[in-house]
């Protein structure tokens, strides 16, 4: 089973600035990458799938990169509607597995 | 429209079945490359994928939960169904079912989810 280890926990950051999210992978998953946010009592939503593709909809502040082994996911100036947890998972091997979390909330 | 709405027992008792059915709108299951999983979330704690069920009847399961779920789908009444045995207090947790309509090969859609709590 592929591990997602998501780096930082938590991060504290203002609106504004920039926020930068770490996905890292126990094996390659090749760019078979996904990024969902996830706002309190809610279900999560997808942003980012194939590791740098936006999905329908999703404003361009959302970026991400990366492949093999390390993603990142960046979102450029935080808007007060970001402030959310956020999940990587991969499609590349069976199981799909997800990331334990980031949660970006408010300094 | 595509919508999907999870629904069963929000209280079962330590060694009972859980069932859950995930009933959707606005799509077939007849539509190549679909497919709809469940994935369930403990208060305060992560996502864990747990089964998925493709178009095809092709079925995936968590190897850690695989000796204790079934997956199944009933394409004439839109449904997808999630039984889990043997259920324990470990196993609260908010019970979401997601699709991959085969756009991103994601989860693209997603139920609002269902409380299931383990109690006796």
């Known amino acids: 089973e592929i591990v997602l280890t998501q780096s930082p926990a938590t991060v504290s950051l203002s609106p504004g600035e920039r926020a930068t999210l770490s996905c890292r992978a126990s094996?390659?998953?090749?760019?078979?990458l996904a990024w969902y946010e996830q706002k309190p009592g809610q279900a999560p939503r997808l942003l980012i799938y194939?590791?740098?593709n936006r999905a329908t909809g999703i404003p361009d502040r959302f970026s991400g990169s990366g492949s093999g082994t390390d993603f990142t996911l960046i979102i450029s100036s935080l808007e007060p509607e970001d402030f959310a947890v956020y999940y990587c998972?991969?499609?590349?091997?069976?199981?799909?597995?997800f990331g334990q979390g980031t949660k970006v909330e408010i300094k | 429209q595509i919508t999907l709405k999870e629904s069963g027992p929000t209280l079962v008792k330590p060694t009972q079945t859980l069932t859950l059915t995930c009933t959707f709108s606005?799509?077939?299951?007849?539509?190549?490359?679909?497919?709809v999983g469940w994935i369930r979330q403990p208060p305060g704690k992560a996502l864990e994928w747990l089964a998925l069920?493709?178009?095809?009847?092709?079925?995936r399961y968590s190897p850690s939960l695989k000796s204790r779920l079934t997956i199944t789908k009933d394409t004439s009444k839109n449904q997808v169904v999630l039984t889990m045995t043997n259920m324990d207090p470990v196993d609260t947790a908010t019970y979401y079912c997601?699709?991959?309509?085969?756009?991103?090969?994601?989860?693209?859609?997603w139920g609002q989810g269902t409380l299931v709590t383990v109690s006796s």
């Open positions: 997601a699709m991959d309509s085969g756009s991103y090969r994601y989860f693209d859609y």
């Open positions: 606005g799509f077939s299951f007849n539509t190549a490359g679909l497919g």
């Open positions: 069920i493709y178009w095809n009847d092709d079925k």
């Open positions: 094996q390659s998953v090749s760019s078979s």
């Open positions: 194939d590791a740098s």
């Open positions: 998972q991969q499609r590349s091997n069976w199981p799909r597995t």
